[in-house]
């Protein structure tokens, strides 16, 4: 069974750390592009990282741009979401996602992903 299972969510005070998690199981992450998305209530879906297979370069919104790192553990087969300094918007559901893509990641959206996790909650919040 192919999924992808994120961890890692919670509330913390703003200016605080989270590391969120995305296992993928059924399937290698090898050759896939991953993404990290995030939904508050009443928003759109919206990209916040992601990190293309072919030569591992990533690309941030810029929201969090120099606050949000994600990266990806091979043998493992996990990639990570380091979020740090954060703000009380950027409380959302994060969702994990994961697909082969021809081109550099930062080109495609969230619909254009097939491989989703079930989403884990951030709240940011004193």
């Known amino acids: 069974q192919v999924q992808l299972v994120e961890s890692g969510g919670g509330l913390v005070q703003p200016g605080g750390s989270l590391r969120l998690s995305c296992a993928a199981s059924?399937?290698?992450?090898?050759?896939?592009?991953i993404a990290w998305f995030r939904q508050a209530p009443g928003k759109e879906r919206e990209g916040v990282s992601c990190?293309?297979?072919?030569?591992?370069?990533?690309y941030s919104a810029d929201s969090v741009k120099g606050r949000f790192t994600i990266s990806r553990d091979s043998a493992k087969n996990t990639a990570y979401l380091q979020m740090n300094s954060l703000k009380p918007e950027d409380t959302a559901v994060y969702y994990c996602?994961?697909?082969?893509?021809?081109?550099?990641?930062?080109?495609?959206?969230?619909?254009?992903?097939?491989?989703w996790g079930q989403g884990t909650q951030v709240t940011v919040s004193s």
């Open positions: 059924g399937f290698s992450l090898e050759g896939y592009a």
């Open positions: 996602a994961a697909e082969r893509l021809a081109l550099s990641c930062r080109y495609y959206k969230h619909y254009e992903y097939g491989i």
């Open positions: 990190i293309s297979s072919h030569d591992g370069s990533t």
